[in-house]
């Protein structure tokens, strides 16, 4: 019912800065509305598990993995229904596939969706 496209990856050498964007839509075979609880950012490098990188709520309140506290900042616009990762300070460590996902409910129905990921890959 509900799908999320992420933009913003790519190439960037060590100390730099790149913002992801992950917007979601009704699919078009859905006529139902829906609301967005949280919102998060979850990374995946090769040969490791995916894992949480922030998360925020539809208060604005935000999580962080202590790996990027103080250099990501993650933030949303309601009225757009996405969600922002801003990356600062890149580290050759970041390197991998960002995947959003949505938390959101229709009717009296919850359901979590993802994205298809973006890449971004931190490399001199």
């Known amino acids: 019912q509900v799908q999320l496209v992420e933009s913003g990856g790519g190439l960037v050498q060590p100390g730099g800065t790149l913002r992801l964007s992950c917007a979601a839509s009704?699919?078009?075979?859905?006529?139902?509305?829906?609301?967005?609880?949280?919102m998060g950012w979850y990374r995946q490098a090769p040969g490791k598990e995916r894992e949480l990188v922030a998360t925020?709520?539809?208060?604005?309140?935000?999580n962080y993995a202590d790996s990027v506290k103080g250099r990501f900042t993650i933030s949303r616009d309601n009225a757009k229904n996405t969600v922002y990762l801003q990356m600062n300070s890149l580290k050759p460590e970041d390197t991998a596939v960002y995947y959003c996902?949505?938390?959101?409910?229709?009717?009296?129905?919850?359901?979590?969706?993802w994205g298809q990921g973006t890449q971004v890959t931190v490399s001199s």
């Open positions: 996902n949505a938390h959101y409910c229709s009717g009296s129905r919850c359901y979590l969706a």
């Open positions: 009704r699919t078009t075979l859905s006529r139902t509305t829906f609301s967005i609880n949280a």
């Open positions: 925020i709520t539809s208060g604005s309140m935000t």
